[in-house]
């Protein structure tokens, strides 16, 4: 078993955890987080100390993997940015709950989650740092591009793409065949029907653009 440390301790990290518990082929030492307190208890977990001291940490346990479990796909990328410009030799690894079905020719690439649950079919592409969230459905021939996220129970028909930093959000649908551009965020239960534009919130049935939206703004 190698050794891992989660960045991020937060619910989300809860459900990664469980993954990689489940799974059993990483030992997690601990935790690192921005805003606990070192030494605090979390799911079981120590937390070993904040992001500025990330590179002494890993060093002190002998630790060259890391998987960065934090929802929001802006801060995600960002954190990811932090770490790789001061530490070029830390992999990241994937984490894929046993009852997900990954369909054949199914490419997920380090750093993305696959959920309890969540359907990948025949020949999509997950990129680096996605999130496949609880019960999500992505047909076949879709791709998801760096940091993009697709929540529980959302659906997206086959040959869809979704650009990065996109959000789906909670029980949305999106019809086959659609493009979705950069920092997107479709709203929780929207039916997207169109193809839609970089920078924007959209929601409703059919999916509308309400507004646009400036990169790294909040959707949860
Ligand atoms: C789309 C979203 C980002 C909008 O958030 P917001 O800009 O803060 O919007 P607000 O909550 O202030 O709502 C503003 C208005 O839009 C409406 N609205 C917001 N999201 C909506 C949606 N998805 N569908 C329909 N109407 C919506 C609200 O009802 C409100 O209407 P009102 O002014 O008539 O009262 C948010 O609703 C959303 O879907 N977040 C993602 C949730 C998610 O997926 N969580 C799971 C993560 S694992």
């Not at 959302?154 to 869809?160: D, I, K, W």
Request: proline share 2%; glycine share 10%; aromatic share 6%.
């Amino acid at each position: 078993m190698k050794d891992i440390i989660i960045i991020g301790a937060s619910g989300h990290a809860k459900v990664v955890i469980d993954i990689l518990e489940t799974k059993g082929e990483y030992r997690i030492v601990g935790l690192i987080d921005l805003c606990r307190k070192k030494g605090e208890r979390f799911f079981g977990y120590e937390i070993l100390g904040n992001d500025e001291h990330r590179k002494d940490i890993c060093h002190q346990y002998g630790i060259g993997h890391l998987f960065i479990a934090i929802g929001d796909n802006w801060l995600r990328h960002q954190v990811h940015q932090k770490i790789i410009s001061t530490d070029k030799d830390i992999s990241f690894v994937t984490a894929v709950h046993p009852s997900a079905v990954i369909g054949r020719d199914v490419i997920i690439e380090y750093g993305s989650v696959v959920m309890a649950g969540a359907v990948v079919n025949s020949s999509s592409r997950i990129d680096r740092f996605c999130i496949i969230n609880t019960a999500a459905s992505i047909d076949h021939d879709c791709h998801l591009k760096d940091f993009a996220s697709v929540a529980p129970n959302a659906c997206l028909g086959g040959n869809v793409t979704i650009d990065s930093h996109s959000a789906i959000s909670i029980g949305a649908t999106v019809k086959q065949g659609i493009h979705i551009a950069r920092h997107t965020v479709v709203g929780a239960g929207a039916t997207v029907l169109d193809d839609l534009p970089g920078e924007v919130l959209c929601y409703g049935t059919p999916a509308r653009v309400i507004r646009k939206r400036q990169i790294g703004e909040k959707y949860f």
